[in-house]
């Protein structure tokens, strides 16, 4: 991997695209394995620059001057200021919320612009996707100039309480006689609270962009709790996510996500080391023994276990050395570059984990017991955990955020499948601040058929993880001569269309393709989505959809997590076993060429 060299797929271009899918799979997957998506190191330069600069000591130079600590590169002077840590809660979700921290640049396929976010939720016209239908005032798909003003008004109300100082607190002043800085204006988190609620009940894309599922908690504790309070609830909130996080990833799914992950990882560069994560490279590249160890026990373990030793633990060296390992946990996560590349999220999480769990130990006052009630407890746990609950027994009503199901490979996805000739039409939605990938990639100098196989890498890293090997065997059972069709992969597309992605399916559901499908109009026959939704924790099977653009949708059915686990990327045997447990059979015949209905598919 070059400086600024890709290293691109050892293909021929001219004749690469003329094979049949699979076959292009099989040669793109064999390839991530030891270069990952190939990405030259310059564009990893780019982003720890944009997080050292823009965020670290931009936001700290900021939020330090403003608090009236510093100089901000005086670092023993301000770590534990609880008014440097809200302002910093508060930086985080500015900068997320404006699209310049997660699901930004490049690796996240935002080529020409590198940015979402504002271009899109500051621009009446554009897609908007109201959450859950039943609430009042929030019909419709199309972003008014209520919605850019809410919007706006949201950015400015983060920005106020940042610039201003803090105000004293008499709880701050018990518990930290020396604390001369006091706490954010409690009065000031009001208006972005409530922005927070009111733009996402409008629209889910702007809360998940500002991963409202962890830092309105946050807010909500700054405004309302006293200080030693906050500090507790801040800790269980952090808890949570790491636990949440690290229960999701016990099963099938998260052992493909490490493998992949490794073989992306510009910090690994030896392709022995990458070759470790796979069974038997080149002959069979589901995940090894190796992968398997490190995702739960490096991962799971470590996410549930060291959070509960950091919650509980009284001795300040085992405090210290649980506080090492998350914060090497989440520099790993950094140095991998994730395709939501959640560098912002990760460096605000190994601060925390200093700021609260060395700065305010369990054994000095701030232990779960020491909450002012213990009812106070139950409902915040209560609270917390709600949405992690559900969202795990029932993925199709919650995000596999608020579910914390961050990076454990059991994701709702789809990818999309376009008539030769019909992804063009992308680019005719009104409103839109971009294009499609391919004209981007375009756009930027690349080639039509390379922009096209590096497009295509990203259907290949799809094929990686368990999910795609279902959406693949969709693909070949209902699509005939699907080898001429343009495939996609949708948390991609979706982010040219709304602007942000975070490997949530949800965010591109029969919603989205229903907005795109009012505003363009599709043929029947000229786009098909295939879309699976989360494995629920208690169940072995994953429910899917196969949608029509123009006709809705046209089957339904499940496949086994076990029988996906099991598959090659390229399913040299066919595709997995599926269960169809409805579908509109004049449709499927004409997408399939079928000329009868296999009616023994159907449960």
């Known amino acids: ?35 990952g998506f190939g990405t030259p190191k310059m564009i990893h330069t780019i982003y720890m620059v944009k997080v050292l600069i823009l965020y670290v000591l931009g936001g700290t130079a900021l939020v330090t001057w403003t608090s009236g600590v510093g100089p901000f590169w005086d670092v023993a002077h301000w770590w534990n200021q609880p008014i440097v840590y809200q302002k910093l809660i508060l930086w985080t979700v ?44 929030t019909d419709g798909d199309c972003r008014t ?112 996500v490490v493998s992949a992950m490794t073989s992306n990882g510009p910090c690994v560069p030896f392709k022995s080391v990458k070759r470790r994560y796979y069974r038997d490279f080149p002959r069979d590249i589901r995940p090894s023994k190796l992968a398997s160890l490190t995702a739960h026990v490096g991962g799971s373990a470590v996410e549930i276990a060291t959070p ?96 914390m199901r961050q990076y454990a490979g059991n994701w709702a996805s789809a990818l999309w499948a376009f008539a030769p000739g019909a992804e063009e039409k992308l680019n005719a939605l009104p409103h839109r601040p971009t294009k499609n990938q391919i004209d981007q990639l375009q756009a930027m100098g690349y080639p039509p058929a390379v922009a096209e196989i590096t497009m295509q890498q990203t259907i290949a890293w799809r094929s990686m993880h368990s999910q795609g090997r279902g959406l693949f065997s969709l693909l070949l059972k209902n699509i005939h001569e699907i080898d001429r069709w343009t495939v996609r992969e949708a948390e991609f597309g979706c982010n040219s269309l709304i602007g942000f992605n975070f490997g949530d399916g949800h965010l591109h559901n029969l919603d989205l393709i229903n907005a795109v499908q009012a505003r363009i109009g599709f043929e029947p026959g000229e786009w098909v989505i295939v879309w699976v939704e989360s ?29 996906a686990v099991a598959a090659q990327p390229w399913l040299p045997d066919g595709p997995i076993p599926l269960q169809v447990t409805w579908r509109r059979e004049e449709a499927f015949r004409a997408l399939s060429g079928r000329a009868e209905p296999e009616s023994e598919m159907v449960s």
């Open 535 to 563: 494995q629920p924790i208690h169940r072995g099977t994953q429910e899917y959809q196969v949608i029509d653009a123009a006709l809705g949708v046209i089957e339904r059915g499940t496949w086994r997590v076990r029988d």
């Open 308 to 403: 509960l030793v950091l919650l509980f633990a009284t001795n300040r060296w085992i405090i210290l050395a649980a506080v090492v390992l998350m914060v090497m946990f989440h520099l790993t996560i950094i140095s991998m570059f994730a395709l939501a590349v959640p560098q912002e999220w990760n460096v605000i999480f190994a601060y925390l984990t200093v700021f609260l769990f060395l700065g305010f130990p369990a054994g000095d006052g701030y232990a779960v017991t020491d909450m002012s009630s213990p009812w106070l407890t139950v409902a915040i746990v209560a609270v917390l955990v709600f949405f992690p609950i559900l969202g795990n027994l029932r993925p199709d009503l919650v995000s596999f955020l608020p579910s």
């Open 145 to 256: 100039g209520v919605d850019v003003l809410l919007y706006l008004a949201f950015l400015a109300s983060l920005l106020v309480p940042i610039l201003l100082p803090g105000v004293p607190s008499a709880a701050l002043s018990d518990a930290v006689p020396d604390n001369t800085t006091g706490l954010v204006q409690p009065a000031l988190l009001i208006a972005p609270i409530a922005l927070y609620i009111l733009c996402g009940l409008r629209d889910k894309t702007i809360f998940l962009t500002a991963r409202g599922e962890q830092y309105l908690p946050a807010l909500v504790f700054f405004a309302v709790l006293p200080f030693v309070d906050m500090i507790i609830a801040a800790k269980l909130l952090i808890c949570v996510v790491w636990i949440g996080a690290g229960i999701s990833k016990y099963g099938y799914h998260f052992s493909n």
């Open 1 to 35: 991997m070059g400086f600024k060299e890709a290293d691109f797929p050892p293909v021929d271009p001219e004749t690469f695209l003329d094979k049949p899918l699979m076959e292009r799979m099989k040669a793109l997957a064999l390839h991530w394995v030891e270069y």
């Open 94 to 137: 500015l900068l997320e919320a404006i699209g310049i921290a997660g699901s930004w640049g490049p690796i996240a396929g935002k080529f020409k612009p590198m940015i979402g976010g504002i271009l899109f939720y500051a621009r009446r016209g554009a897609i908007r996707l109201r959450p859950w239908r039943r609430v009042p005032f």
